[in-house]
């Protein structure tokens, strides 16, 4: 058969769609990865996944506690309104810190560089310094004026200080930071004697921090909080400190676990006190042996270094310190997954898996308990375990794939019901200007009718192996134009036609009847159906010049099992299994209209307790009628007979008085019966 001409919303129905929805569905899931390798994922990390996660883990009480060796010093704004300014006199923080070393801290890290006597002369006091008392540092391009680099000569800067097990950084499963054409700069000449190293202090957008920066082949810089640590070991591992394992990223980067600024301000020391009791000789009863002092020295209102992209809001760098030197003695440190790329992967497949397949109602359901079920277990994971996993970005990858390919499928349904209704219309308007054309000449004639009803098949129910057939035939008074025609091309192989002329009263019996006697001698010379098809077509073209349509649908059972079906401007066949029952749309044009119309023509195998079956326009009067049947399609389960198909039809109709004769086959197999067959 030949095909028809082709329509613009022929793309959807002949599954020439898929390829551009799959490829749309690939570049937003590629814009995704792209996003995650991007600069954006940080952003969209620290401003939106991290709140969230930090957040939802303070309101469920698992935030961990600040340590108990941590003590936090800050000039506060009573410090500052003691000393009158912003700042402690050198002689004054030399006093201060000093006076710290004296309680035999484990170490005292300041959070500020001390570069503020740019001449460079040092203080001298007489008094020996080897204390544990480190200072910040800011790497830099440019050479700045008025600093003097690091100078990078003590071990607290050799790389081999820190190699445990392994001879170089090769051995370690991820890289360190690059420095390599950076100045660093720190305290100036005047702390020397004071500082015995200095870390740096800077962090990275991601809310991480570098562990080390690596200055050269020899030289490294670890971060400040580091020196919190007893020891300090790069094995082939990774970092441990006090032999505790700290997880990393491939980058060397360690994950800031953040806790609210509030558990800092209630347990800080004020600067104030420290001083008074310094420079009155008095011993210091807030520090014990073994603490680790964090001394903040720009925590005034206006002085405070504030950080953006905090998960509680703006933070202090020096409280990101404290964090970390509390998961250094609590060993509570945040392990971040690194197989994002490959979570946004697989969640862009599901979503393309759950588009294409999920039925409307389910899909949302769906979709919604995706989000509750997985940012549940992404929460749980993070507040119960210190692990964090990609959370936005696969969630998004999911939504977008899966929205695509579910837009496409309910559009290809929509494509389908708008062909149905397109074809009904061009078929009721042919009918409609025909029947405008000829005189009303009903005469409902009883002996007319008698001759019609000879016209039917002897049988109208019967089986033939392993197939139970029935034809419904319902005429309304007068004339009628269906027909119905049964044939027994061979032993294992029947035949039944059954279609309906435009018309009614002697306009369509006429023709209907010269179409029985047109089968009867196709019949006689064993004509295939597609060739008594296209004779039908070719006698009424030329015999009524196109004033006679005929719908047509015919099929051929064969005791093998398969059946061949064809569709001629009806509303096509449908199929009934056990739990589902499928339109199987045959695009096709009636007979008549056309020296060469278009026929449709499906071949299929029935398996037990299936149903085909098929209908004529008088149960669907309308499109809305048609379109109604094709939706609650899902209502009809294994039907049994044709009246259980007949009261589906009625139920399923707008007006179920019909106006026009109504004529139905279907053909169903049994188990049973198939077997003895």
């Known amino acids: 058969m030949r095909?028809?001409?082709?329509?613009?919303?022929?793309?959807?129905?002949?599954?020439?769609?898929?390829?551009?929805?799959?490829?749309?569905?690939?570049?937003?899931?590629?814009?995704?990865?792209?996003?995650?390798i991007s600069p954006l994922a940080s952003y969209i990390e620290t401003r939106i996944a991290a709140p969230l996660l930090f957040q939802v883990r303070e309101m469920l009480g698992k935030t961990p506690p600040l340590s108990s060796r941590l003590k936090v010093i800050t000039l506060d704004d009573s410090t500052f309104s003691y000393l009158g300014g912003p700042r402690l006199p050198v002689d004054q923080l030399e006093d201060v810190l000093l006076h710290l070393a004296a309680a035999e801290p484990e170490s005292i890290l300041i959070d500020g560089l001390l570069s503020d006597r740019?001449?460079?002369?040092?203080?001298?006091?007489?008094?020996?310094a080897s204390l544990p008392i480190y200072s910040g540092s800011f790497p830099s391009r440019v050479q700045l004026k008025y600093r003097v680099p690091i100078d990078f000569s003590k071990s607290t800067y050799q790389l081999s200080s820190y190699l445990d097990g392994i001879a170089s950084l090769e051995g370690l499963p991820y890289s360190l930071d690059q420095r390599n054409d950076y100045k660093i700069y720190g305290h100036s000449k005047s702390y020397g004697h004071l500082i015995n190293g200095t870390g740096h202090i800077t962090y990275n957008l991601d809310g991480t921090i570098s562990a080390f920066y690596q200055v050269n082949d020899k030289t490294v810089l670890p971060h400040l909080s580091l020196f919190a640590a007893d020891t300090i070991k790069l094995r082939h591992d990774g970092l441990w400190l006090d032999e505790n394992k700290v997880p990393m990223s491939k980058n060397g980067t360690i994950v800031i676990n953040h806790r609210p600024p509030t558990l800092f301000y209630d347990s800080a020391i004020s600067l104030k006190a420290i001083l008074k009791r310094a420079l009155a000789g008095e011993p210091e009863p807030s520090i014990k042996k073994g603490d680790v002092v964090l001394v903040l020295l720009a925590f005034a209102t206006g002085n405070t270094d504030f950080h953006e992209g905090g998960p509680f809001g703006e933070i202090p760098g020096g409280l990101m310190i404290g964090s970390l030197i509390s998961d250094l003695h609590q060993n509570s440190w945040i392990t971040r997954s690194e197989n994002d790329l490959l979570l946004i992967l697989l969640f862009g497949v599901i979503g393309i898996v759950l588009g294409i397949n999920a039925r409307s109602g389910h899909y949302w359901m769906i979709l919604i308990g995706s989000w509750i079920i997985y940012s549940g277990i992404v929460f749980y994971a993070f507040s119960y375990g210190n692990l964090w996993f990609a959370w936005l970005l696969p969630l998004i990858a999911f939504n977008g794939t899966s929205l695509i390919h579910f837009a496409h499928v309910r559009i290809q349904d929509e494509m389908k019901l708008i062909l149905i209704e397109k074809n009904y219309y061009e078929e009721k308007a042919l009918r409609l200007e025909e029947m405008q054309k000829k005189s009303e000449l009903e005469s409902n004639l009883s002996l007319g009718r008698a001759v019609q009803k000879l016209l039917l098949p002897k049988e109208l129910n019967a089986k033939f192996f392993g197939f139970d057939y029935e034809m419904l035939y319902k005429p309304t008074s007068g004339l009628s134009g269906d027909w119905l025609y049964a044939w027994d091309f061979s032993l294992?192989?029947?035949?039944?036609?059954?279609?309906?002329?435009?018309?009614?009263?002697?306009?369509?019996?006429?023709?209907?009847?010269?179409?029985?006697?047109?089968?009867?001698?196709?019949?006689?010379?064993?004509?295939?159906?597609?060739?008594t098809i296209n004779r039908l077509n070719q006698r009424l073209y030329e015999l009524f010049d196109q004033q006679v349509i005929c719908t047509l649908s015919a099929l051929s059972v064969h005791r093998d099992g398969h059946v061949e079906i064809y569709n001629a401007g009806g509303p096509g066949w449908f199929l009934s299994g056990k739990n589902h029952t499928e339109h199987l749309t045959l695009r096709s044009e009636p007979i008549g209209a056309k020296s060469k119309p278009l026929i449709g023509h499906l071949r299929l195998q029935l398996e037990p307790q299936q149903t085909l079956f098929t209908f004529t326009d008088g149960y669907c009067q309308s499109s809305k009628d048609l379109k109604r049947v094709i939706r609650n399609l899902r209502q009809l389960q294994s039907p049994r007979s044709s009246e259980d198909i007949e009261k589906f039809l009625t139920e399923s109709m707008a007006h179920p008085k019909s106006k026009d004769d109504q004529t139905l086959i279907c053909v169903s197999t049994d188990k049973t019966q198939r077997k003895t067959a």
């Open 492 to 531: 294992g192989e029947r035949r039944i036609l059954m279609g309906d002329v435009m018309g009614t009263g002697p306009s369509a019996a006429i023709p209907m009847a010269m179409i029985i006697g047109l089968l009867n001698d196709c019949e006689e010379h064993r004509l295939t159906l597609e060739e």
């Open 3 to 36: 095909e028809g001409p082709e329509r613009p919303h022929s793309i959807y129905l002949n599954g020439q769609s898929w390829p551009i929805f799959h490829g749309i569905a690939s570049v937003f899931l590629l814009l995704v990865l792209l996003i995650q």
């Open 118 to 128: 740019p001449d460079g002369s040092e203080i001298v006091t007489g008094k020996a």
